[in-house]
């Protein structure tokens, strides 16, 4: 299983912004299809954004469409969200996961290696 990390979450008013980061020990991002999830309280975990391994995106949530972008820094081997215009129903713990080798991005389930998550909480 490959190992991921996510970083970047905290507290943050509505109407602003954060950056998150999942970073990668021991294989290189760039290969493989990268996804963002999330998981609010009480609710089942949902797709957000994924990046393939050709660069292609896929927008899983209609709420963000205009809002977050996924990006790929290969020279430090991290995949970002940013997040901006934050609103309180963004809340959650954040996931970013590698799809299984040769895949893209779909469905969940497509997706084999995960991150431990980074909580994201927009309230004032």
């Known amino acids: 299983q490959l190992q991921l990390v996510e970083s970047g979450g905290g507290l943050v008013q509505p109407g602003g912004s954060l950056r998150l980061s999942c970073a990668a020990s021991g294989f290189t991002l760039d290969y493989y299809a990268i996804g963002w999830f999330r998981q609010a309280p009480g609710k089942e975990r949902e797709g957000v954004l994924c990046i393939s391994s050709s660069g292609s995106r896929r927008n899983y949530a209609d709420s963000v469409k205009g809002r977050f972008t996924i990006s790929r820094d290969s020279a430090k081997n991290t995949v970002s969200l940013q997040m901006n215009s934050l609103k309180p129903e963004d809340t959650a713990v954040y996931y970013c996961?590698?799809?299984?080798?040769?895949?893209?991005?779909?469905?969940?389930?497509?997706?084999?290696?995960w991150g431990q998550g980074t909580q994201v909480t927009v309230s004032s």
């Open positions: 996961a590698a799809a299984r080798w040769g895949s893209s991005c779909l469905g969940e389930a497509n997706f084999a290696s």
